[in-house]
């Protein structure tokens, strides 16, 4: 029992295949990143220093983009490191660091996707009272509660996992909390409940966001003039929620069910997915559809007037 206790190193095997082509893995990588950190920075600070997008939709697409870098860092600087190193390990307790940014991360994305569907639930389907509901102080509550639930959700997830180790494979490029747990040396019913009404929680924000959505229809249908609004404001929302929720799920639904027989480099892919595509695209699709964040940085780039 005490050799057992002394695994305190863990190994990322899925970056074995990467060996022969980690060069140029590293470059498309640290291009990627790059990317990722030029236009989330510059839907921050576009937000930040202009006055006239302090709105609550806009307030909440910074505080996506910054849990976008903040889930990012939990990767990518240690993904890059990997990729000039022969040997792929990890210590424990920074395996169960990098778990509990990547979760509370994507957790922190459904709640802030959930807020934008709600603000523009109450925008278009009780405008009467938008400013009333959305005020400043509720808009800050609202915002910390979004960032908070995460963190204290995975705290838990992560003390869970912080048990006795009796393997030491990590059997994908990043550390996830499930596969930590399933190396422990015993089980709790703790590693099965947490995550349970973790999953629970964020399933019910999916379905609070679907449900916002059919009033939004049912009433944009009766006015030209809200449907116009849903186009502008709405339609960048439905494709961050889809292409979070999609290549989120894809990479859940194979970890606990999928098949071993699926080449390596196909898992690695499904497992990076929505840490490229969502951080990537949510920034461009915000930065072009909304008229008032694209003239704003325009602005800046061409220094004209509008």
């Known amino acids: 029992m005490d050799n057992v206790s002394q ?21 498309l990588t640290v291009l990627c990143y790059c990317v990722i950190l030029l236009v989330n920075m510059t839907i921050i600070v576009t937000v930040i220093v202009d006055k006239s997008l302090h709105e609550p939709m806009y307030i909440f697409l910074c505080n996506l983009c910054i849990n976008g870098l903040y889930g990012t860092a939990g990767f990518y600087p240690k993904f890059l490191n990997d990729l000039l190193t022969s040997t792929f ?19 922190a994305d459904f709640s802030f996707l959930a807020l934008m569907a709600y603000d523009r639930y109450v925008a278009i389907c009780r405008p009467l009272v938008y400013h009333s509901v959305m005020t400043k102080q509720r808009i800050g509550v609202l915002a910390f509660v979004a960032w908070l639930l ?9 003390v869970t996992s912080t048990s006795r180790l ?24 703790a590693k099965y409940i947490i995550p349970a009404f973790s999953y629970s929680f964020y399933v019910g924000h999916a379905g609070f966001v679907v449900w916002t959505y059919i009033y939004m229809i049912k009433t944009c249908l009766k006015s030209k003039e809200n449907m116009n609004r849903f186009m502008q404001t709405c339609i960048p929302h439905v494709f ?40 990537l695209i949510n920034p461009l ?6 008229s008032k964040i694209r003239k704003r940085i325009q602005h800046f780039i061409c220094g004209k007037s509008f």
Do not use: W
């Open 7 to 27: 695994i305190t190193m863990l190994t990322l095997s899925g970056l074995n295949v990467t060996a022969n082509y980690r060069f140029i893995l590293f470059g």
């Open 89 to 107: 390990i990890i210590s424990h307790a920074g395996c169960l660091l990098q778990g509990f940014v990547l979760h509370s991360s994507a957790c």
């Open 150 to 158: 995460p963190f204290f959700l995975l705290l838990l997830s992560t």
């Open 166 to 189: 009796c393997g030491s494979n990590i059997p994908k490029i990043y550390c996830v909390n499930f596969l930590i747990s399933n190396l422990a040396c015993s089980d709790s019913i």
């Open 240 to 279: 961050s929620v889809t292409i979070f929720a999609v290549t989120l799920l894809f990479d859940l639904i194979y970890m606990r069910f999928g098949s071993k027989d699926l080449s390596q480099h196909v898992q690695n892919f499904m497992s990076m997915e929505f840490l490229l595509f969502p951080p």
């Open 285 to 290: 699709i915000y930065g072009f559809k909304l």
